[in-house]
């Protein structure tokens, strides 16, 4: 019974000390053992077997079995021990924490002890100080009293949390009355030194008002401020009454007289007082600065006075020798005494050809040689602290700017009629006009003088005096100086194109009027270019809170209507060349056509046409490329519509005329479609674009005479071709073809009901017009057909 109890506990016991692998390789590295008893997977029946390994060796048992007992009672006897030492370890421990607190009231005592003894040594500086302090301030002994009462100040401040104290207060009490009185004597000194009125200044420095000024700078700033304040009054009042607003002197002509009356005090102070003053009070700047002010106001009052004396040329001397000034403040002080000036806004990086760099550029010229050149805002804190006040009164110089640009567009009206328009042939001849270069480059010069006396509204009455000068030079120098059609007489005649005559008198506008117009249209692009640029720097130059207020687009459309006006004239002009010739084909007897030759007379007129003005107007186009494109595509769009109908003029037309008109409008085709390059030696693709709209449109033409020449008979069969080849659900086009076939009215009105019958039917939804949507023949298909046409022509022939 005992041993299934032991078996028990053993196998509990086994429960409870079943430790973690990290656990047990911890105690193996603290405890090595070679022991097996000692080892994490100790297996008992390996144990047993290791000391009895042989029968004979269990003649032994009896002493193994005492070793290990004797074994237990050694482990047994040291866990006792180990167990009777830790009963003593919570006394020991409330002993060590005895011990700690004792060294813990020591310490305590210790930094209270050091403590009483600093305070003590500070209270002895601090009356002993104060005593000296007093004594010293009698005596306007400053020089030692800078150093000791900054001294006394700290010392005091260690003393804030003891003013509850009455000693400690009543030392503090005189602190604050030494240094109140010095301040009241200090001030006295200085206004004995340097009364506002009465006796002259004294010739040089005083050692005691300069170590007055190292006691003022311990003491309340606002002593330093009063005598900093009190000194530059003084040194300035000789200003206010030498320029004073009856004075001539005090008028902007003499301006300079000021800028040069403080520059000589500027000496003076530093030859004189240059050492009385901490270096780090600025004085010199402080003058200078209180001088700027002064100056600002008094300008401001004595314009406003004499505002009707004031002439442009005499604003810009007094503004240019104001900003000169500024920036030599900006060359000699850094500009830390200004706490209350703003210092201006770095300008945007250019990001348009506009303008050149103006650090590298002369924007004056012989009239304007006293123009303002100031130093650019960024660099200069100084800017506008005098110059701001000549802000309300630059509307004399936008209103000379009005007068000036009004001449300047008299002028260019005025040389356009000496010199007239630029000639065919020559350098001028459709390039841009020279005075769209002089006007910009003078409203660059404007602008750049109007940001450098101001950013603000002045700058937008000059953008509003930009803008009328703008659509003045777009109405008299470019609309109002392109061609009229009606100024051309005469024309050619039928008679005259089917004789195919040449020469000059094919085109309603003569070459250099093409010249005139195209170089109307290159200048009106360059405005159009230029004013979206002077549109982004007039943005960058002016005030951000006023940059939505600045907007060109007006003037920008202006310039478009005018390209467009000039593209419109060549257009009309080449297209009204073709338009005899036009009527010419839909004049002609094609039913009596008997046999198809060469290309008719009327296409050869047209051609010649197309030769004449394309190549002068691509040549006199070469800088405004895509402008060209746009004069091909349109004369195309109104060309191709045009023929189109002349072609339905031409009933009837028998098979062989209607194979004649086909041969006719595959030359047109042809033609149109070199349009482009046509007379150049250098051959260009033409663009995509405009091809497509040739071929869709030249496409039409030729299909319209493939339905003529088709058999009426059926006309199940005609009707059914009509619908596949032109996709046309009109009734009138498909009457006009019936026209061309000179069929008889009872004939088409039984087709016409038979078209009607034949149409699809509209898709749900659709819209009821009568459109088709059927793919007409590609291109390629319709040249292989025309070459077809042209083999049959030559067989006949």
């Known amino acids: 019974m005992m041993e299934e109890e032991e078996f028990e506990f053993a196998e509990d016991l086994e429960a409870i000390l079943h430790l973690t692998p990290e656990v047990q390789l911890a105690i193996e590295q603290v405890f090595p053992s070679q022991d097996p008893l000692d080892r994490a997977d100790f297996n008992a029946v390996e144990y047993i077997n290791t000391l009895f390994p042989t029968e004979q060796s269990l003649a032994n048992i009896d002493d193994v079995v005492n070793k290990i007992r004797l074994k237990i009672r050694r482990l047994d006897d040291?866990?006792?021990?180990?167990?009777?030492?830790?009963?003593?370890?919570?006394?020991d421990g409330r002993q060590v924490k005895e011990i700690t607190r004792d060294i813990k009231q020591l310490d305590h005592a210790k930094r209270h002890l050091t403590t009483s003894i600093t305070t003590l040594n500070h209270l002895h500086m601090l009356a002993g100080g104060v005593d000296s302090l007093e004594a010293m301030t009698r005596k306007r002994q400053y020089g030692e009293v800078a150093n000791l009462l900054q001294g006394v100040v700290n010392v005091l401040e260690h003393f804030h949390k003891y003013m509850g104290i009455p000693q400690i207060r009543q030392l503090s009490e005189r602190v604050k009355a030494a240094q109140s009185e010095l301040g009241t004597q200090i001030l006295a000194d200085f206004e004995e030194a340097f009364p506002s009125q009465g006796s002259k200044r004294p010739g040089g420095p005083s050692n005691v008002l300069r170590d007055a000024c190292l006691v003022a700078n311990v003491l309340d700033p606002r002593i330093k401020q009063e005598i900093i304040k009190k000194f530059?009054?003084?040194?300035l009042s000789e200003y206010l009454v030498l320029f004073q607003e009856n004075q001539d002197v005090a008028w902007l002509d003499k301006i300079d007289r000021r800028y040069a009356w403080i520059k000589r005090q500027l000496v003076d102070y530093?030859?004189?007082?240059?050492?009385?003053?901490?270096?780090?009070?600025?004085?010199?700047?402080?003058?200078?600065?209180?001088?700027?002010?002064?100056?600002?106001?008094?300008?401001?009052?004595?314009?406003?006075?004499?505002?009707?004396?004031?002439?442009?040329?005499?604003?810009?001397?007094?503004?240019?020798?104001?900003?000169?000034?500024?920036?030599?403040?900006?060359?000699?002080?850094?500009?830390?005494?200004?706490?209350?000036?703003?210092?201006?806004?770095?300008?945007?990086?250019?990001t348009n050809p506009f303008l050149e760099d103006e650090a590298g550029e002369d924007v004056g010229t012989e009239k304007d040689e006293d123009l303002p050149r100031k130093p650019k805002a960024p660099d200069n804190p100084f800017h506008g602290i005098v110059s701001k006040c000549f802000e309300p009164h630059l509307y004399v110089y936008i209103e000379s700017q009005d007068k000036n640009l009004g001449e300047l567009i008299d002028r260019f009206v005025a040389d356009f009629r000496a010199q007239g328009p630029p000639k065919a042939g020559t350098e001028e001849g459709g390039a841009v006009l020279p005075s769209c270069a002089?006007?910009?480059?003078?409203?660059?010069?404007?602008?750049?003088?109007?940001?450098?006396?101001?950013?603000g509204e002045p700058m937008i009455?000059?953008?509003?005096?930009?803008?009328?000068?703008?659509?003045?030079?777009?109405?008299?120098?470019?609309?109002?100086?392109?061609?009229?059609?009606?100024?051309?007489?005469?024309?050619?005649t039928i008679s005259s194109l089917l004789k195919e005559k040449e020469g000059s008198e094919a085109a309603k506008f003569t070459i250099d009027e093409l010249c005139l117009i195209c170089s109307i249209l290159s200048t009106a692009e360059y405005c159009l270019a230029t004013t979206q640029q002077l549109e982004e720097k007039l943005k960058e130059k002016v005030d951000k809170v006023l940059v939505e207020r600045i907007n060109l687009t007006g003037e920008m459309d202006t310039f478009s209507t005018v390209i467009s006006n000039s593209i419109q004239l060549l257009v009309q002009d080449l297209d009204a060349a073709c338009d005899p010739a036009l009527t010419a084909m839909s004049k002609m007897p094609w039913q009596s056509v008997e046999?198809?030759?060469?290309?008719?007379?009327?296409?050869?007129?047209?051609i010649m046409h197309i030769k004449q003005n394309v190549p002068i107007i691509r040549d006199n186009l070469a800088s405004t490329r895509k402008y060209f494109t746009q004069f091909c595509i349109k004369f195309t769009n109104s060309f191709i519509p045009k023929f189109i109908n002349h072609l339905f003029r031409c009933k009837p037309i028998s098979m062989v005329g209607?194979?004649?008109?086909?041969?006719?409008?595959?030359?047109l085709k042809t033609v149109l479609l070199d349009l482009p390059s046509i007379g150049s030696q250098v051959l260009r693709k033409a663009p995509a674009s405009y091809t497509k709209i040739v071929v869709k449109g030249m496409t039409r033409a030729e299909m319209i005479l493939k339905v003529v020449m088709a058999p009426h008979e059926p006309p199940v069969v005609f009707v059914d071709n009509y619908i596949k080849l032109l996709a046309d659900g009109n009734p009138e086009t498909f009457?006009?073809?019936?026209?061309?076939?000179?069929?008889?009215?009872?004939?088409q009105s039984s087709m016409l009901e038979l078209f009607r019958q034949r149409l699809p039917t509209p898709p749900s939804g659709a819209d009821g017009g009568p459109s088709l949507s059927f793919s007409a023949p590609t291109p390629e298909q319709e040249s292989s057909r025309i070459r077809k046409l042209e083999k049959l022509i030559k067989k006949r022939l």
Request: charged residues 25%.
């Open 658 to 667: 209607a194979e004649q008109l086909l041969l006719d409008t595959h030359s």
């Open 595 to 606: 046999h198809v030759g060469d290309q008719s007379p009327y296409v050869t007129s047209i």
């Open 78 to 91: 040291n866990i006792r021990t180990v167990v009777r030492g830790q009963t003593n370890v919570g006394q």
């Open 461 to 492: 009455a000059l953008t509003t005096i930009f803008q009328k000068f703008l659509r003045e030079y777009a109405w008299k120098i470019l609309s109002g100086n392109l061609p009229k059609s009606s100024s051309n007489s005469g024309g050619l």
């Open 232 to 235: 530059i009054r003084q040194h």
């Open 270 to 350: 530093e030859e004189k007082y240059g050492r009385m003053f901490p270096e780090e009070w600025c004085m010199t700047e402080r003058i200078a600065v209180e001088f700027c002010h002064i100056t600002r106001v008094e300008l401001a009052k004595v314009m406003r006075t004499r505002a009707k004396e004031i002439e442009v040329k005499l604003l810009l001397f007094a503004i240019q020798r104001t900003t000169n000034f500024e920036g030599l403040l900006a060359k000699r002080f850094t500009g830390c005494t200004l706490t209350d000036q703003k210092r201006p806004e770095s300008p945007l990086d250019p």
């Open 438 to 455: 002089d006007l910009f480059v003078y409203y660059k010069r404007c602008m750049v003088q109007c940001s450098q006396l101001s950013t």
């Open 735 to 747: 009457q006009k073809i019936l026209d061309m076939k000179g069929l008889k009215r009872s004939e």
